[in-house]
């Protein structure tokens, strides 16, 4: 059998340290502890638990360029004999005493095989979500409750329903509504998915609910059950808040069949930093979806909680990516990915105006979020979603959302343009 | 009854930020939405649901300061309406979207007394830890193993054994040491108890064995339940990996009745940024406390993971403080904290040399801890804990290391300072 590494890739900055020599030092240090001194006999026993370097890649600062600017990026390869099947054992490994060791910051993983084949990864995937909505040539709609808190049933199935006759795909709960006496997630997800169904008896439309799943770690699942029972067709999540193992356990748990979005709530705590951290490709991507993640939401480059395009492609690119070489360390360049994939969410500051260019970036698998961009149109909430539908419709077919609005029956994607304009 | 508030205070920076006005746009948005264009007769009712500013200090750069230099400490009061008593709940709110929203790092945390009676916290804390072991009248000494990955029962045996017999009061696992086919957690409690057992009828000192709690969430109480009952008398956790609430539940459980050492694995993903992040007095200090961490070890001043002496300082201020007023928003200043103190374990780098140095900035109240300054010592793992004694005794008696590795029977010491020296 091939033994099986876990690859980390870490950018270090550093003046003037040996990378060469630091890289060397991960390698022993995070696995077998000490080498050279160990008498050769132990060595050939303890080989197989030995880390080895991958590659160092210095990039000395040019001139002009101010000598901090000096760094590497150095990837690791831990033997996954040293640790079990559980994303906590393997972040622990590779970024746990080594995160507090100076400017260094996780930047990518590639996972073994066999440490892959023990997650399933997303229940539903983009594809499955597709399937439940019915939706299988445009790119999907969500919305987001304007204000959540201190409000009560009627108000929330009242905000529920104007919402859902807008057209939206997907309508999910504000990630800081908790368990509370006035709207519980039983009673919230049934009032709501009352809406869901007044709604669809007049658009035709099927529509997703993600319940905030919140409370005590060991009291979720009963939590998610009980939302299903009450009719909840998808559960939000605040993954960072609980740890990517209790998604993971979530994900493979066969009675929990609804999909799972995951909001980024504390991500800002890892990934802006250029020197410490976890990179956002990581942290949203690679290992939300290997969580089991059916949706990710992660901060749009476009609105005023912003990270940077070249950041979102990468995290676009790990929930999307059907190739095993981007997950697995040493797989075929032509394999297939065994993890289905997740729908990506870029979210905040969104409104139609943006939908050309959401569309250039992101291509046709991708969630279209909005929260002030539905509420606050001129026209109201359902006129709101219309305004997005029309706006996906012609960026579709290839017209200008200003040709679209010129016509009958786009009244409300025509005031949605003079009110936020056409970004391009 | 007086509202409740949970206080976050914010370090922002940005050269040229209303301050004020963020300050209140965070106070709004991540609690009612909106507030400025409520009717009045909906004010009153969502009054008690809105966040309140507590204080806005602003920094300007001074003359020769560079204009990224500006930033603000903002304090803004959460009513715990809005939140359920757990630590996913009260992080989602005060840090969950802004920790997003550009250079923000949440420096400090206060709770309402309402959100801190939902908390038992450590359930022996540093008394009832000494309790266990009969040490009263000094520092505790911890050391940790050599290399476990790939070794055997035997060899943790013995490892343990020669450990023990220098006279340490704690041995902790590796945390870097999961569930494997050679040591099992249940067996090696196991083996490493009976070597305990050994060497307390030779030195008769009693000893705490902090096993590593690993693997998938939802069996950690189990499995911690089966390291208890093959003896385990401490457990050491990976916290962040899991997620605060996590070790919170395992605190709060009757039949978890050993203390729990939290470890700060994947911490330095958090806190070193002066931008981003979760400052180390919040992180290792308030919420490992409030979630019931016994003891609580984090990178020393000292060694070759370094943590600022000040950042120390503040760490060990949040464990051991007895004011209720350092964590509980509006508490008179002379109220007693309820949570018991946890005990400070500041590691890494750590030698015999040291121990004045650490007696002075942590005072009686710390857990000495070494691994390579243990196992390195010219005379062996026992010697290196017998040095460690001899110099906490020495500096406890007010005398200089040097004085008292003079004397007869002094000799690991006498060794331990030639070989490492003596920091002041």
């Given at each position: 059998m091939t033994q099986g590494y876990c690859v980390a890739t870490y950018r270090l900055h550093d003046e003037k340290a040996d990378f060469h020599k630091k890289a060397a030092g991960i390698a022993v240090g995070l696995t077998v502890g000490s080498w050279t001194e160990l008498p050769e006999a132990q060595k050939a026993h303890m080989r197989k638990h030995l880390g080895q370097v991958v590659s160092v890649d210095v990039h000395e600062p040019g001139a002009g360029e101010p000598p901090e600017n000096r760094y590497a990026d150095i990837s690791i390869a831990y033997?996954?004999?040293?640790?079990?099947?559980d994303i906590p054992a393997l972040l622990v490994t590779v970024?746990?005493?080594?995160?507090?060791?100076?400017?260094?910051?996780?930047i990518d993983l590639h996972f073994s095989e066999s440490f892959l084949a023990g997650f399933p990864g997303p229940k539903f995937g983009a594809a499955g979500v597709r399937g439940l909505l019915g939706v299988h040539d445009r790119p999907l709609l969500m919305s987001i409750f304007k204000s959540v808190i201190g409000h009560d049933l009627d108000n929330l199935r009242e905000q529920f329903y104007k919402q859902a006759l807008g057209g939206v795909d997907l309508i999910k709960d504000d990630e800081i509504l908790f368990e509370n006496p006035l709207t519980p997630i039983g009673k919230r997800v049934e009032a709501c998915m009352a809406a869901a169904k007044q709604a669809e008896a007049e658009t035709g439309q099927k529509l997703l609910y993600a319940a905030n799943l919140t409370g005590p770690t060991s009291k979720l699942r009963v939590r998610a059950l009980e939302a299903i029972g009450a009719g909840a067709n998808a559960l939000l999540f605040n993954v960072l808040a609980y740890g990517f193992d209790t998604l993971a356990e979530l994900a493979a748990d066969p009675d929990i069949n609804v999909p799972l979005m995951a909001h980024p709530a504390l991500a800002g705590a890892y990934y802006p930093s250029p020197h410490y951290g976890i990179a956002a490709n990581v942290l949203l991507g690679k290992l939300m979806r290997l969580a089991g993640a059916d949706l990710v939401l992660f901060p749009s480059p476009?609105?005023?909680?912003v990270m940077p395009r070249e950041e979102n492609m990468a995290i676009r690119e790990a929930l999307l990516t059907e190739s095993a070489a981007d997950y697995a360390?040493?797989?075929?360049?032509d394999a297939a990915l065994s993890l289905r994939r997740s729908f990506p969410v870029p979210s905040a500051g969104i409104h139609p105006g943006l939908v050309p260019l959401i569309l250039r970036d992101f291509?046709?698998?991708v969630v279209v979020n909005a929260g002030g961009g539905i509420h606050g149109h001129p026209m109201g909430t359902a006129a709101g979603g219309q305004a997005f539908r029309q706006a996906i419709d012609a960026a579709l077919a290839g017209r200008t959302l200003q040709e679209a609005a010129a016509e009958a029956g786009h009244e409300a994607l025509k005031a949605a343009i003079e009110l936020w304009g056409v970004k391009s």
């Open positions: 033997p996954d004999v040293n640790f079990s099947r970024f746990g005493k080594l995160s507090m060791d100076g400017r260094i910051k996780l476009y609105g005023s909680v360390h040493g797989a075929a360049a291509g046709g698998e």
